[in-house]
């Protein structure tokens, strides 16, 4: 079974500017999440997708992030404009539907490193 | 105050050897607690799941155990291969979370010298 496939792996852009990540789940997994990892610390989620529909985006910093899910397949994140404290690795993670009483696996990409100078 | 603190923040020890991490959380109620590990330039990986009832979960040579009376969780790693170098994140997912949301503690960095 092939993996959530993320990409670009790296990316050095300047503040200011815009970049856009983007995530393939495993297939037929319907829950699609965007986690933020600053060095040295755990994964924060930014945004939860069910199939086409925005589950939890409370932690999205909305006035420069944005993020769709196209067809509740892959999905994309955008940063515009970044500033220095984005710079972080940016997780795609996905998961099956939960199912009523049992805990459900979550399963990583590999992640996209950023970078902002 | 973080909900999941998990000490050491830095662990290095000789190939062959034992260690236990530990993981202290606040999130009460909780559905279930998870130890991931996350090599360099990787996604986090499971290792182990554990339901509020369970006392401890095995995977080969990681062992968790869960104590929810004083809310701690610990991972041991028996005979240490240099492959186990990484970072272990200590995850707990709150019951009252309908979304599957799930909480990260820092992680503790196990760095595995021959």
């Known amino acids: 079974e092939a993996g959530v496939a993320q990409s670009p792996r790296y990316k050095i852009i300047e503040k200011r500017q815009s970049v856009a990540f983007w995530c393939n789940p495993i297939s037929g997994h319907a829950t699609l999440y965007w986690y933020q990892q600053i060095l040295g610390q755990g994964p924060k989620l930014l945004i939860q997708f069910q199939n086409n529909g925005v589950v939890d985006d409370s932690q999205l910093p909305k006035d420069r992030f944005s993020a769709e899910r196209l067809k509740g397949v892959d999905s994309t994140l955008k940063i515009q404009p970044a500033k220095l404290e984005d710079s972080a690795v940016y997780l795609c993670?996905?998961?099956?539907?939960?199912?009523?009483?049992?805990?459900?696996?979550?399963?990583f990409g590999p992640g996209t490193r950023l970078t902002v100078t | 105050k973080n909900q999941v603190e998990q000490s050491p923040q830095s662990l290095i020890i000789l190939e062959g050897k034992n260690c236990t991490l530990q993981?202290?959380?606040?999130?009460?109620?909780?559905?279930?607690l998870r130890w991931y590990k996350q090599d360099t330039g990787r996604g986090p990986v499971s290792l182990t799941i554990?339901?509020?009832?369970?006392n401890t979960k095995s995977n080969g040579r990681y062992t968790a155990t869960l104590d929810a009376d004083t809310k701690q969780s610990s991972l041991h790693i028996t005979a240490s291969q240099l492959s186990d170098s990484a970072s272990y994140i200590c995850v707990v997912s709150p019951a009252s979370s309908n979304t599957g949301k799930l909480i990260f503690g820092q992680g503790t960095t196990l760095q595995v010298k021959p």
């Open positions: 554990m339901t509020f009832s369970e």
């Open positions: 993670a996905s998961s099956l539907v939960r199912r009523a009483g049992g805990p459900y696996e979550q399963y």
């Open positions: 993981c202290n959380y606040t999130v009460s109620p909780f559905s279930n």
